[in-house]
T-cell receptor
Framework: GAVVSQHPSRVICKSGTSVKIECRSL??????MFWYRQFPKQSLMLMATSNEGSKATYEQGVEKDKFLINHASLTLSTLTVTSAHPEDSSFYIC?????????????FGPGTRLTVL | GESVGLHLPTLSVQEGDNSIINCAYSNSASDYFIWYKQESGKGPQFIID?????DKRQGQRVTVLLNKTVKHLSLQIAATQPGDSAVYFC??????????FGTGTRLLVSP
């Protein structure tokens, strides 16, 4: 299957700092990328949908000014957690969907564990 | 809002047994369903999918059954192995838009 990578895999930062997480589709082009957050023992919650070259669409309750998303190319999307606080500590997972659109399979990255001290 | 849910939060089986993980969905407009496997500390891994015009699909050691009448989805794993231990999520895509994940079932396989 297709490969999606995330970097970094784990990050620890101080409260108030910003953290950038990269999501790359390694062997396919992704028109759409998705960002999820997952708390321990819970399911994945969609944060935002990112389309290449356009503004991301955020889910209700997700602050777009806090979670900045950039989808500059068909293989790269970034999520920046600005002014991170301990409550932002979570497992952040991206996924990428191919050019075939909604009928194309969504492949997930390995996740990034963010810990805010 | 609409949601996808699971009946059993944890399923324990012996190695070699067949496992059945169930999922109930509520959105009758869903066109597409997917089962994902998530191991600890990793992202979800695609297992198998099924479209709403089908009621059964088989893969390697896995079978997905879809009963649209009662809005029920199941994942059957044949000859379960310790490596199958993980959390399994069903997900639906209403109108081929966004994935909606269920709450997950933890599968524990004992040697």
């Amino acid at each position: 299957g297709a490969v999606v990578s995330q970097h970094p895999s784990r990050v620890i930062c101080k409260s108030g700092t910003s953290v950038k997480i990269e999501c790359r589709s390694l062997d396919f082009q992704a028109t759409t990328m998705f960002w999820y957050r997952q708390f321990p023992k819970q399911s994945l919650m969609l944060m935002a949908t990112s389309n290449e070259g356009s503004k991301a669409t955020y889910e209700q309750g997700v602050e777009k000014d806090k979670f900045l998303i950039n989808h500059a190319s068909l293989t790269l999307s970034t999520l920046t957690v600005t002014s991170a606080h301990p409550e932002d500590s979570s497992f952040y997972i991206c996924s990428a969907r191919g050019l075939a659109g909604p009928t194309d399979t969504q492949y997930f990255g390995p996740g990034t564990r963010l810990t805010v001290l | 809002g609409e949601s996808v849910g699971l009946h059993l939060p944890t399923l324990s089986v012996q190695e070699g047994d067949n496992s059945i993980i169930n999922c109930a969905y509520s959105n009758s407009a869903s066109d597409y369903f997917i089962w994902y496997k998530q191991e600890s500390g990793k992202g979800p891994q695609f297992i198998i999918d099924i479209r709403s015009n089908m009621d059964k699909r088989q893969g390697q050691r896995v079978t997905v059954l879809l009963n649209k009448t009662v809005k029920h989805l199941s994942l059957q794993i044949a000859a379960t192995q310790p490596g199958d231990s993980a959390v399994y999520f069903c997900a639906e895509i209403p109108g081929f838009q966004k994935l909606v994940f269920g709450t997950g079932t933890r599968l524990l396989v004992s040697p």
